[in-house]
């Protein structure tokens, strides 16, 4: 009797489990329905974004709303800084495999006041973690509407600033490994802003919207409105248009300005003197860039006008050296007033290439190919007879006076690989600067004679084409220490001639960037 009153609660004891299993499991179905109903609401309230979330050191949480009448997307964000090595900020984002696209919005601050360095961004980061490598158009409090990047994870954050100041609409396109800024002012076309980075991207990696407040106990709001996400076709093998750009670099910070940018080629930026602007050549003639940007004034060089990238100021500023070929289609030097005028033929030999002015304004070195050998030469400015400094096997080339005229630095590939050199002013004591595994070109040294900034191309590069990826590099001639001052993609072109302002605290360069139509897939 005993055993059979036990097998009758034994059964009772199973149906209880069972029935609870299946409750159990029921409730687990029901929550799992919830959850993947939630995450597709969540994913449909952000619109062309699948999710959100803070990125780095956050107290105080952010928040996105999107309205889909009007494209428009309400981000919060705090944070201390998104700059150097600093990640902080809140992220609305998509993950994506690759290809061409282009992100474009309005974007404003709904509250006045507030943190002249707070960011609203159009970002492309390659991984959520803070210290990624990533690239922006950040649109700040104060205006300033830059392009930012970090190349690799755990570098410092660099920018390019745009002549923009609070432009009604930004884009940031990426093409293969490019990344280009694009501005409008109200109720116009987006227009190509000059600042660009060459940033590979590897897939999967991350786009999206982002705020950080510059205060990590405040929470700001940013507004971006009309915002449009474009996956492009991808671009013809040589296919686009050129975008030459003129900008400046500081070397205290390395933070680079657009002062010029048009689809057009331009090269070899002198800096003016007096600061009232830039000296470049174009389409065989000498152009001066007003230093705010704005179209070029052609300088009257009379004859030459085949005038190459390599030209110079006087010390006084009045004058200037040129390399020109409208002589019998080779190079020779002259000499024209700034203010433009009849050239003066300085080398009766060519071709003949202009690269400096001594201190006192007596002397040109020029580098000249002789008996097909390429060497470092020296002339009166008023001309009469060359003087041959090197004579070593192979191209020497670029030579440049230091400030207080006792050398003369230039760059050789007597070694097998280019790089800078330097010798007194009458060519002797040759010794070798650099011992990298660049190819380095074109040293310009400072005013002040405390720098020395060049030109290096991988090792793999011959010569100094154009289409390069290239970095600017910076020397201390008082402690010997060198430091990356600017990557851009350009090469021939770029920097070929002296190009530090006046005060000696920055450079001017041109870079380079294909641009194609932004048709949609």
Known sequence: MRQGVSQVMERGWDRLRQGTLFLLGLAMLVGLGEAACGAQQAAGTLGIFSAQSDVGTILHGGAAQYDPATRRYLVS???????????????????????????????????????????????????????????????????????????ETGDVTREVRTTASAPARVAITRRGDFFYVSVAGKGGALENSGAAMKLPMHGPFYVGLAVCSHDKDVVEQAAFSNVEWTELH??????????????????????????????????????????????VNQDGHLERIPAGGGAP???????????????????????????????????????????????????????SYFHGWSPDGRTLAFTGQRAGEFDIYTIPTEGGTETRLTTAKGLDDGPEYTPDGAYIYFNSERTGHMQIWRMHADGSAQEQVTQDETNDWFPHISPDGKWMVFLAYGPEVTGHP??????????????????LLAKLFGGQGTMNVA????????????????????TAR
């Open 77 to 151: 964000g705090s944070g201390d800084n998104t700059w150097f090595r600093a990640d902080d900020l809140y992220y609305v984002w998509k993950r994506v495999d690759g290809g061409d696209l282009r992100l474009a919005a309005d974007i404003a601050f709904p509250r006045a006041g507030g943190n002249a360095h707070r960011k609203a961004m159009l970002m492309v980061r390659q991984s959520l973690d803070a210290g990624s490598a990533y690239v922006d158009v950040a649109w700040h409090g104060d205006g300033l509407t830059s392009l930012q990047y970090r190349n």
């Open 234 to 279: 991808s671009a013809a093998a040589g296919a686009g248009t050129l975008v030459s750009t003129l900008e400046t670099v500081p070397i205290a910070s390395t933070d680079r300005s657009v002062v010029y940018t048009t689809s057009a080629h331009f090269e070899a930026p002198n800096w003016l003197h007096d600061n009232s602007g830039f000296l």
């Open 297 to 351: 004034q052609t300088i009257d060089t009379a004859s030459a006008k085949r005038c190459n990238n390599d030209h110079g100021l006087s010390p006084d500023g009045n004058r200037v050296a040129l390399s020109d070929g409208s002589l019998s289609g080779t190079s020779h030097v002259y000499t024209v007033p700034l203010a433009g005028g009849t050239p003066k033929l300085v080398t009766t030999e060519g071709p």
């Open 466 to 483: 154009a289409g390069k990826d290239v970095t600017l590099q910076l020397v201390s001639l008082v402690t010997g220490k060198k430091s």
């Open 499 to 518: 190009s530090w302002s006046p005060d000696s605290t920055k450079v001017a360069f041109v870079s380079y960037q294909m641009t194609v139509d932004e």
